[in-house]
């Protein structure tokens, strides 16, 4: 009967590790039914968090003690409750199709589990990075090492002053997600390094949306697709057209099912510039500007920030960011600033004894995302720079006012330049050879 029971599998299931274990429902439930980058994240928390420290049980073995302590572990270690609210459910998860639908084990030992108290202290202090602002300043600076023409510019404008996600920066189609007419900008997709391509996924949490944009970035896209168009009329044959295939991943060469894209994030000769590239943006940023804390989710932060403080709706922000619900909007970006502070002081300065207050009081949501940023000038009073040739370069092609080429070492990637720049007296045909 035993072996009847268990006809079809490999193993004993009342001896199986709970490491070989993981490895079956990845297999048999998660790649089956969960989305591939889902699939990648349960993976990595898996073999950075639970392999090592429950894989050497026998998966009966496991016990709420057991599991009980290894949350705890994490709590002492420093680890955010997010981060321990995401193990518990991957545990929940795994162990419930253990129990219920595999039939491995009679009971699901994470029930009784808890997380423990908000007011608990944990033996290390926390790993939760605390996102810092932006200041006007450290714009200002920002955006002067990477001005218009370089690959990071434009994602950088889409973090700070549209709020977009890493990925959802990387994943604009010009012809389908911008509408130059309306001033708006669809959030459709995100992309994901996905078994080593560039893969187009649904946004995080579902968060499809439209965002209307400010009349600086309207600007400024409109400049950067016109020279997108002429880019491609100077290249002609030697320029490089992008595809989606059926597995919506993104190619360069046309194959049957597939269809052609224009990404907003290409150089010059059309290849696609990848999110990778904000990892050297960042390295710029920390060590060479000395803004230490930086990183590219602090621009959506900032972007929040700026909206609340200025008085958003607090519903906007939330649509404009995609968040899946208020909760995260006012746990992560109400933090206070100096002027927010400022702004509280005021109000309890115009409340008299008696508790009348004045109605100039009442500020909060009275403008629009788009209105408070088309207050937001773009240059904040940047200084010129004497020009340089990398891909924010002044020296344009004669007449066409396409820009050069971008030589290898400016970014740590070739562009075709083969470590030269032909002049401008260079004739066209030899020009196109070298951008190959």
């Given amino acids: 009967m035993a072996e009847y029971n268990n006809s079809g599998l490999s193993f004993v299931p009342s001896e199986i590790s709970f490491s070989d274990y993981l490895d079956y429902w990845l297999k048999e439930y998660c790649q089956i039914n969960l989305k591939e980058g889902t699939c990648e994240g349960y993976e990595k928390k898996i073999n950075n968090h639970i392999r090592p420290a429950l894989g050497k049980y026998r998966l009966k073995t496991l016990t709420p003690a057991i599991l009980q302590q290894f949350i705890n572990e994490k709590f002492n270690q420093g680890y955010s409750r997010n981060t321990l609210i995401d193990l518990k459910s991957l545990l929940s998860g795994s162990l419930s199709y253990a129990t219920d639908t595999a039939k491995f084990i009679k009971t699901n030992p994470i029930h009784g589990v808890k997380i423990p108290s908000p007011r608990a202290k944990a033996q290390t202090p926390t790993r939760k990075k605390v996102r810092e602002i932006v200041t006007p300043d450290q714009w200002r600076t920002i955006i002067q090492r990477f001005p218009y023409g370089h690959s990071c510019y434009i994602p950088l404008l889409l973090a700070y002053r549209c709020g977009l996600r890493l990925g959802e920066a990387f994943a604009i189609d010009i012809k389908r997600d911008i509408d130059l007419e309306k001033g708006t900008l669809a959030v459709n997709q995100q992309v994901q390094w996905l078994n080593g391509h560039w893969t187009f996924t649904e946004p995080k949490y579902d968060s499809f949306r439209v965002i209307k944009l ?137 409340i008299s004894l008696n508790g009348i207050c004045t109605p100039s009081l009442m500020q909060t949501g009275t403008q629009t995302p788009e209105s408070i940023m088309n207050s937001i000038e773009l240059y904040p009073e940047i200084n010129p720079q004497k020009p340089s040739i990398h891909a924010g370069s002044e020296a344009l092609v004669p007449e066409l006012r396409v820009q050069i080429c971008t030589p290898p070492e400016n970014l740590g990637y070739k562009m075709g330049t083969k470590g030269s720049i032909l002049s401008f007296e260079s004739d066209f045909e030899s020009k196109k050879r070298a951008a190959r």
């Fill in 214 to 350: 400010d009349r600086h970035m309207l600007a400024e896209l409109i400049k950067v697709i016109d020279r997108q168009e002429r880019a491609e009329v100077f290249y002609a044959e030697y320029y490089t057209h992008l595809y989606e295939n059926s597995q919506r991943q993104i190619v360069t060469e046309q194959e049957e099912g597939c269809r052609e894209i224009h990404m907003l994030s290409v150089r010059e000769n059309g290849t696609y510039v990848q999110p990778r590239v904000m990892a050297h943006c960042g390295r710029v940023i920390h060590y060479e500007l000395g803004f230490k804390n930086y990183d590219y989710h602090s621009l959506r932060h900032t972007h929040a920030t700026m909206l609340i403080e200025r008085g958003a709706y607090l519903k906007d922000v939330q649509d404009r960011l995609g968040h899946k619900d208020m909760r995260v909007t006012l746990e992560i970006y109400t933090h206070l600033t100096e002027k927010m502070q400022n702004q509280s002081i005021d109000i309890l300065n115009d």
